[in-house]
């Protein structure tokens, strides 16, 4: 359970051909925590496109911002507070967290 009080989602712990997946932190700011109806959850995935899927999978409200080449261009993903994230093969660390907010929060 996370400090939240949601649970902790988790698939099966692998990743593509084995390799062991990384846990994570994925957090929703604005319209994207209203369209997951969650503030945070805990996953394991070894890259970004794999945390979007699995996102997809168990946020079905927020599935309709996702696209084949990432999130709508109205989203974005901040990773570790350094950087925003595009590309679905951005590689992941254990406890990495991932700030998924509106484009134009702040603005």
Same mark, same amino acid.
């Not at 990743?15 to 929703?28: L, N, R």
């Given at each position: 359970m996370l400090s939240s009080g949601y649970p902790r989602l988790r698939?099966? *712990?692998?990743?593509? #051909?084995?390799?062991?997946?990384?846990?994570?932190?994925?957090?929703?700011?604005g319209i994207?925590?209203?369209? #997951? *109806?969650?503030?945070?959850? @805990?996953? @394991? #995935?070894?890259t970004f496109g794999q945390v979007l %899927?699995?996102?997809s #999978?168990?946020?079905?409200?927020?599935?309709?911002?996702?696209?084949?080449? %990432?999130?709508?261009p109205s989203i974005v993903a901040n990773l570790n507070g350094d950087e925003f994230v595009?590309?679905?093969d951005t590689r992941l660390a254990d406890g990495d967290r991932l700030l998924i907010l509106s484009a134009d929060a702040g603005g």
């Open positions: 698939p099966s *712990g692998l990743g593509e #051909a084995g390799s062991v997946c990384h846990t994570m932190y994925v957090e929703f700011l994207p925590r209203e369209r #997951a *109806g969650i503030s945070e959850m @805990e996953l @394991e #995935a070894e %899927g699995e996102l #999978a168990r946020c079905p409200g927020l599935s309709e911002l996702i696209t084949p080449d %990432g999130f709508h595009k590309s679905l």
